[in-house]
Every structure is written in structure tokens, then in C-alpha cells.
């Protein structure tokens, strides 16, 4: 079936240094794509998004790269801080029934090392 | 976050008993969505809305219901809760081909 899902459940970094979480899609049908992150006991918050008609979009240290080729997904985080230990999920966005409907990976824990 | 209230934040509750979780929202946007969270399955959808009592089926359904007579409040309820349904429940709101954004969570434990 259709799935979302990620190269490595966890990722562990130096501080400072650049991180590069990535993700697969298989549904062919999938036209937007989302990044969230998760920090304990709260909800997924909104990162970053890409459209399939783009192939990076860069925000406040974070860049998404979409290869629809190979149905592949990166989120990079630069020079990665303490604070951005938490879950990554991402996302994918497709029409299905009366509204857009999200289908998540499993997620991948980055972790910083000080 | 986002104007997105659930409430209660936990219960714990006993097999069998019927549960409802609430969802509020003051952004006015026109979707409203359930997800369930268990380890190893990441975020599952339940249930969504696309308007005022316009509501529709996701992947993980059953055993649910949902209802919605105002913009700002999504209801989702167990007629009759099993162990199966302990789980964190998130809502999540968005306006037309805009990301979702989420509450922070409702823990909800079936004894």
C-alpha cells in the first residue's frame, strides 16, 4: 500500500553542525509535502512546506528538498541548536474523500550532543 | 498553539464507558481533524470535517464518532471505550490547501 517513511528512526548530532533527516513516498498522487516537529508532550508544529511543482524551499535555517524521481523528501537543519531536539515527521498531502488528507512517517528522534 | 484548545488534557476512564473530547478553535478555519498517536504508527487519521455537520471518515474509524453544529468546536467520542482506544488523540485545523496545524494532545487512558 501507500506509505510515507524514513531512512532512520533516530539522529544523533554535534551542536553547530548541519542535519539532514530524510524521507521516502511511494503515492505518486502526493502534490504537497509537510515537515513538522514534535516536542514532548505537545503537538506536531508546522516547519516547513513544499508543493510538487518546487524543488527546495528554504526557511530560517531549515531547507526541504523534494526529488519526485525517487519519491524522496530531506528536511536540513543548519547549524543545529539544542533546542531542535525533538521528532520530525514528515508528511504528505493528498486529495482523498471531502478534504486533504495528511499521511505521516513514523517519525525520526534528532538528538544534540552539546 | 495556533488558537486550538482540547480539552480535557487527560482522563483515564474504565472499559466500556462512553468519553468525548473536545476540540476548540478561534482561527474560524473550515477543517477540522482527530488524529490518534501510538508508538510505532506515528499519527493516524480518525475522523475530519469540512464544514458545519459536513463531517467524513479517515483511516482509523471505527469505534468512533464526531460531531460538529459550530465552526469553532469538533467533538470526537468513544460510545464505548476498549483498551485498544488508549492513545494520545491530537485535533488539527487548517484552511483550503493550507498546512494543518495541531493542538497539543488529549491523553486518554482505558483502564
Known amino acids: 500500500g501507500e506509505s510515507v517513511g524514513l531512512h532512520l528512526p533516530t539522529l544523533s548530532v554535534q551542536e553547530g553542525d548541519n542535519s539532514i533527516i530524510n524521507c521516502a513516498y511511494s503515492n505518486s498522487a502526493s502534490d504537497y509535502f509537510i515537515w513538522y516537529k514534535q516536542e514532548s508532550g505537545k503537538g506536531p508544529q508546522f516547519i516547513i512546506d513544499i508543493r510538487s511543482n518546487m524543488d527546495k524551499r528554504q526557511g530560517q535555517r531549515v531547507t526541504v528538498l523534494l526529488n519526485k524521481t525517487v519519491k524522496h523528501l530531506s528536511l536540513q537543519i543548519a547549524a543545529t541548536q539544542p533546542g531542535d531536539s525533538a521528532v520530525y515527521f514528515c508528511?504528505?498531502?493528498?486529495?482523498?474523500?471531502?478534504?486533504?488528507?495528511?499521511?505521516f512517517g513514523s517519525g525520526t528522534q534528532l538528538t544534540v550532543l552539546p | 498553539d495556533a488558537g486550538i484548545t482540547q480539552s480535557p488534557r487527560h482522563k483515564v476512564t474504565e472499559t466500556g464507558t462512553p468519553v468525548t473530547l473536545r476540540c476548540h478553535q478561534t482561527e474560524n478555519h473550515r477543517y477540522m481533524y482527530w488524529y490518534r498517536q501510538d508508538p510505532g504508527h506515528g499519527l493516524r487519521l480518525i475522523h475530519y470535517s469540512y464544514g458545519v455537520k459536513d463531517t467524513d471518515k479517515g483511516e482509523v474509524s471505527d469505534g468512533y464518532s464526531v460531531s460538529r453544529s459550530k465552526t469553532e468546536d469538533f467533538l470526537l467520542t468513544l460510545e464505548s471505550a476498549t483498551s485498544s482506544q488508549t492513545s494520545v488523540y491530537f485535533c488539527a485545523i487548517s484552511r483550503e490547501d493550507q498546512p494543518q496545524h495541531f493542538g497539543d494532545g488529549t491523553r486518554l487512558s482505558i483502564l
Open positions: 508528511a504528505e498531502n493528498a486529495m482523498g474523500g471531502s478534504a486533504r488528507q495528511l499521511t
